[in-house]
């Protein structure tokens, strides 16, 4: 017999659709519930690392990711006039060797392809729902919805993102993510190399993605004294202030943006914050994922792929252990290493761009983190 005969999931992001689809491969019934009645998340691009990708491909989308998102195999390396100064190969996953070493997407195109997965694999999928309360039993967990109606669950996993309302319940000590001291810049530009393109000024770094056959992805990290509210109305200035030290393919984007030529850009900016608790992550029948414990930075380009490797783990736990219990726990011993590799890692790599530091660690940092990344879990 199965340990679980249905589940909650709260949270409609990335790492909660992919443990929806994962946990419905094993017959048990899913509930997702989502607060957003649109289910459609805000973003420009994001990048899809190799190890993502074989994740991807796990779970079963790898086709229309790969086909209507962007890939490459190879990272220009550009000085801030554009000119390309070393081509860096970027190896595929071990085990994915048929795929490109990394890709690109718009979030809510990932967002929908994992949507339509998601409800093909059969789970019941409830928009603008939030939960009220609960209560933990010895044999589940009884929960009160925010439009009145009830449900009785197995195992509830709280996949509801960086400030999850499930860790507040069942991790009410913990005192919430840390500023990391950056934040992140980006827009939607037209794709002008079929490599991911990185261009290094004297103080800032700025990178090309690409997230289709004719868009790219282009994303600037600044340093910032606090999470401090940027009105949205300010965002092309801003961003054209921090490109001012580009020419080539950067400087033409900045002066777009002051002309305002880019209204069709999805300027997005977020303050970078992040934590790592240590496990178990459970209490009983309730866990965590994805975010709520393992929030990280953006530059190992890992962040969706630890959530998504994270509901893999935690559906593969379910299937083979004797109890629930077992399960939970070595879903957190099995993944949690992983997890924190790529939150510590990020997190350096940040302080050494925000201090200035060392390039050489820097990348140091960064390939010896993709490389132990490439390995399966």
């Known amino acids: 017999m199965a340990l679980i005969q249905n ?6 992001g990335v790492g909660g659709m992919c443990a929806a689809i994962q946990l419905r491969k094993l017959g048990v019934a899913v509930t997702l519930i989502e607060q957003n009645p649109n289910w459609a998340p805000d973003g420009a691009g994001i990048t899809i ?4 990708l074989r994740a991807l491909r796990e779970v079963g989308v790898i086709e ?5 998102g962007g890939h490459w195999n190879a990272v220009d390396i550009c000085d801030a006039q554009g000119a390309v100064t070393m081509t860096v190969p970027v190896a595929p996953a071990i085990g994915a060797e048929d795929l490109p070493g990394a890709g690109g997407i718009l979030r809510p195109v990932l967002a929908d392809i994992l949507g339509l997965a998601t409800q093909a694999a059969g789970a019941t999928v409830r928009l603008g729902l939030s939960f009220e309360r609960m209560s933990q039993h010895a044999d589940g967990v009884q929960v009160l919805f925010s439009d009145g109606s009830q449900g009785r669950f197995d195992l509830m996993i709280g996949a509801d993102g960086v ?8 991790m009410p000590g913990f005192a919430g993510p840390m500023f990391s001291g950056q934040g992140s810049w980006r827009a939607v530009v037209p794709r002008l190399r079929e490599n991911s393109s990185i261009y290094m000024g004297a103080t ?5 993605n690409p997230i289709s056959a004719t868009e790219c992805y282009l994303f600037v990290l600044d340093r910032r004294a606090g999470m401090d509210f940027i009105p949205q109305d300010q965002w092309p200035e801003q961003l054209a202030m921090l490109l001012a030290e580009f020419g080539g393919p950067v400087g033409d984007i900045r002066d777009a943006l002051r002309r305002g030529e880019l209204r069709d850009a999805r300027l997005l900016y977020r303050p970078l914050a992040g934590h790592m608790i240590d496990g178990p992550w459970h209490h009983g029948r309730i866990v965590l994922l994805g975010d709520a414990v393992h929030a990280t930075t953006p530059h190992l380009a890992s962040g969706a ?3 998504i490797e994270g509901a ?3 559906a593969e736990e379910l299937a083979r252990r004797h109890s629930l219990e077992g399960a939970l726990l070595a879903y957190a011993g099995r993944h949690y290493d992983r997890a924190r590799l790529v939150v510590t890692a990020s ?6 761009e925000q201090l200035g530091g060392s390039r050489e660690e820097h990348t140091a940092i960064m390939r010896d983190a993709q490389q132990k990344l490439r390995a399966p879990l």
């Open 312 to 314: 893999l783990v935690l």
């Open 7 to 12: 589940a909650l999931i709260v949270g409609g």
């Open 204 to 208: 800032t770094k700025a990178g090309m």
């Open 347 to 352: 997190g350096r790599m940040g302080q050494i």
């Open 305 to 307: 792929g630890i959530a």
């Open 64 to 68: 229309p990711v790969l086909a209507q």
């Open 163 to 170: 400030n999850s309302a499930v860790r507040k319940l069942v």
């Open 49 to 52: 690392s190799g190890p993502t």
